[in-house]
């Protein structure tokens, strides 16, 4: 049986149109920092809005 990871859900407005957009972040507690741009290092996911704008969201 495999483990999985235990996700809360947080919304956030899209860089590029500020629709409000739903993603997954580890912990409820994280500083999330929205970029148009993907960096070099850090915990991210990648994010799509409804007006298919990708962007990341970084957590620390």
């Keep these: 049986m495999a483990a ?3 996700r809360e859900l947080a919304t ?4 590029h149109c500020e629709q409000e957009t739903v993603v997954s972040v ?3 507690d ?3 920092e929205v970029r148009r741009y993907v960096a ?3 915990n991210y996911t990648t994010a799509v809005c ?4 990708k962007f990341w ?3 620390c």
Excluded at 12 to 15: A, E, K, V
């Design 4 to 6: 999985t990871a235990n």
């Design 12 to 15: 956030i407005s899209c860089p």
């Design 26 to 28: 580890p912990d409820a």
């Design 30 to 32: 994280a500083e999330l």
């Design 40 to 42: 070099l290092y850090g």
């Design 50 to 53: 409804p007006a298919d704008h």
């Design 57 to 59: 969201v970084y957590f």
